[in-house]
């Protein structure tokens, strides 16, 4: 289970400092979509929970200033961007998709 001190802090409240947090997280193995309760993720290995409840608290807080720093949405999208690099995927503009990259 991880607690509070190995959730990284969001210490630049910009759009690149909330990509720095998102790819800090997934370097951890963490992927929380922000509309998911932290604490409803579950190790599969152990089937225990993932996060004690001070990194859930950590988790719902950072994401609510990213919330109000730079908008939920671009917050979303810019996980979503971190997530999909992170799996090996680059964004192709002419097909309007991510696309695996080999």
Not at 75 to 84: K, L, P
Request: charged share 20%.
């Amino acid at each position: 289970m991880l607690s509070v001190e190995m959730i990284p802090a969001l210490t630049d409240k910009t759009a690149a400092g909330t990509r720095a947090w998102w790819d800090a997280m997934l370097e951890l193995g963490i992927y929380i979509h922000p509309e998911d309760n932290p604490a409803d993720q579950i190790n599969t290995t152990t089937g225990q929970r993932l996060l004690d409840d001070t990194a859930c608290a950590k988790v719902t807080s950072i994401y609510e200033n990213m919330f109000s720093s730079i908008g939920e949405a671009e917050a979303c999208a810019i996980g979503v961007e971190a997530w999909y690099t992170y799996q090996g995927y680059t964004w192709d503009a002419s097909k309007d998709e991510w696309v695996r990259q080999h």
